[in-house]
């Protein structure tokens, strides 16, 4: 089955850039989708299709794809930012829903 | 407004059955397949089932096929989750999702909105 490999955590200074990688064989030709999800809440999809945006979601959230790794990345984060992070595909070979392990983002 | 709102979690044996439900509101129901997500406490997030819009189309995931059933009923806007044979492994909260579509085709699409999630416990 297919496996996409997220680092569990990643810190950063408030005002830097976070950039949280999505790790799988040839995700670059897969969509990818990635959630945030707060503490006792749902996730929230805050990009879809590698790199769109939902309304609502700063531009300072993007997100891209290539390779063997998709990449979101949270520019001038802030402290609301903090969260856990989980990327997301579609493995048509075994039509199953993947998610990555998750990672949780820590402003420092 | 879109609301999915979920139901049915409980405490339940090993080996014991539940049957949870997802109400969907402000949307037209059969246009949109729907999936079911799991978290086990402090856990990640996982995958369990995904349903087309018509419901002609059911996805599984390994850990739970042959175990659990997915269905909707259309005409009530209404989502379901039928778990059998339970193990400890299945305490998690469950979420329904929304798709961005009707068919399997749209399997592979986002979610952009799910439930507050409905908690399952499997326990002696």
């Known amino acids: 089955s297919y496996v996409l490999t997220q680092p569990p955590s990643v810190s950063v200074a408030p005002g830097q850039t976070a950039t949280i990688t999505c790790g799988g064989d040839n995700i670059g030709r897969r969509s990818v989708h990635w959630y945030r999800q707060m503490p006792g809440q749902a996730p929230v999809v805050v990009v879809f299709d590698d790199s769109g945006r939902p309304s609502g979601i700063p531009e300072r959230i993007s997100g891209s794809n290539s390779g063997n790794t998709a990449t979101l990345t949270v520019s001038r984060v802030e402290a609301e930012d903090e969260a856990d992070y989980y990327c997301q595909v579609w493995d048509s070979g075994s039509d199953h829903v993947v998610f990555g392990g998750g990672t949780k983002l820590t402003v420092l | 407004e879109v609301q999915l709102l979920e139901s049915g979690g409980d405490l339940v044996q090993p080996g014991g059955s539940l049957r949870l439900s997802c109400a969907a509101s402000?949307?037209?129901?059969?246009?949109?397949?729907m999936m079911w997500v799991r978290q086990a406490p402090g856990k990640g997030l996982q995958w369990v089932s995904s349903l087309t819009g018509p419901g002609d189309g059911t996805f599984y995931a390994d850990s739970v096929k042959g175990r659990f059933t997915v269905s909707r009923d259309n005409s009530k806007n209404s989502l379901f989750l039928q778990m059998n044979s339970l193990t400890a492994a299945d305490t998690a909260i469950y979420y329904c999702a929304r798709g961005m579509c009707s068919n399997s085709a749209c399997l592979g699409g986002h979610s952009d909105f799910w439930g507050q999630g409905t908690l399952v416990t499997v326990s002696s």
């Open positions: 402000g949307f037209t129901f059969t246009d949109y397949a």
